[in-house]
């Protein structure tokens, strides 16, 4: 075989490997593996789906108590986001189930921190940590990571206007789907290992 025939081999299976990579990568980044825990933990953002998702979750047996990460010293207009998220459990039938966790962190791996201080009065170990269904990989990366004692497990939330696995369909669908697989990589390479 000729040098130049085993190059053009090469090229066609780079170029193969590359096109299944690009039409699996939003399935790629989705983890959907609920497991029976002591405690939800949803994490900060999309407020208008992780926390029902959450409270699915726990209607189904999932989890005994629900922890809701919410930044700090966000504000909304006048209302800190930990205000707003009091008032919106306070009116939860399942209200005495579910607690607030306010958070200082602007990254995953830094909320993964907060929580830890928030998991800590929580009894038991295993903990399903609910957020969107794109971030699930990167999310369940890093709190095995980065928090020792505890076992997790994760759910996605999913929003169609942000993300779907057919991510080549919608604008946005690959907006989101480079923004993470760029954050996961950034995790996998370099931050990890911080």
Known sequence: MTKRKRIWM???ALAAMLVVFAANAGRLLVVEAPERSDVILVLAG????????????LDQGF????VIDVPATARIYEFTQVELAQKYVAGLPDAASVRICPIEGLSTREES?????CLESEEGSRVLIVTSDF???RALSIFRHQVRGKSFS??????????GTLW???RQWAKTCLDEWQRLLWWS???RWR
């Open 10 to 12: 090469f090229a066609v």
């Open 46 to 57: 999309e407020t208008d789906r992780r926390p029902a998702r959450a409270l699915q979750l």
């Open 63 to 66: 989890g005994r108590r629900v």
């Open 113 to 117: 921190h907060d929580a830890e201080k």
């Open 135 to 137: 971030h699930t990989r």
């Open 154 to 163: 994760v759910a996605g939330a999913r929003d169609e206007t942000q993300f």
């Open 168 to 170: 080549w369909a919608h």
């Open 189 to 191: 390479a370099v931050e």
